[in-house]
């Protein structure tokens, strides 16, 4: 239900936009939120956004540099990356809280877009 795109490969100090969508029967969408995971390290949180989009944070490696915001017409969250740095390499996964058609809540995850950024 959860359908992530933009990542590829770019040189450091340069700009990706990552996008994710949520499709399917959708009753309401809580905290959406991006994670990324790098190769021999643990998933970890990179931003989150609350349901209006007026609250969000952000893991100290990526404040002032990455920006997370949403569109709810659109049921999609997305991550600007500026200022790329060659740690910032991960699979990025999107998350969201939301309750289906039903109104049962579920965490549910993209199936991740790789972001390599190298010279």
């Known amino acids: 239900q959860l359908q992530a795109s933009g990542g590829g490969l770019m040189q450091p100090g340069g700009s990706l936009r990552l996008s994710c969508v949520a499709s399917?029967?959708?009753?309401?969408?809580?905290?959406m939120g991006w994670y990324r995971q790098a190769p021999g390290n643990q998933r970890e949180v990179v931003a989150l956004?609350?349901?209006?989009?007026?609250?969000?944070q952000y893991a100290d490696s990526v404040k002032g540099r990455f920006t997370i915001s949403r569109d709810n017409a659109k049921n999609t969250v997305f991550l600007q990356m500026n200022g790329l740095k060659p740690e910032d390499t991960a699979v990025y996964y999107c998350?969201?809280?939301?309750?289906?058609?039903?109104?049962?809540?579920?965490?549910?995850w993209g199936q991740g877009t790789q972001v390599t950024v190298s010279s």
């Open positions: 956004i609350n349901t209006g989009g007026g609250s969000t």
């Open positions: 399917g029967s959708i009753f309401r969408i809580n905290v």
């Open positions: 998350h969201a809280v939301l309750a289906d058609g039903s109104g049962r809540y579920g965490n549910y």
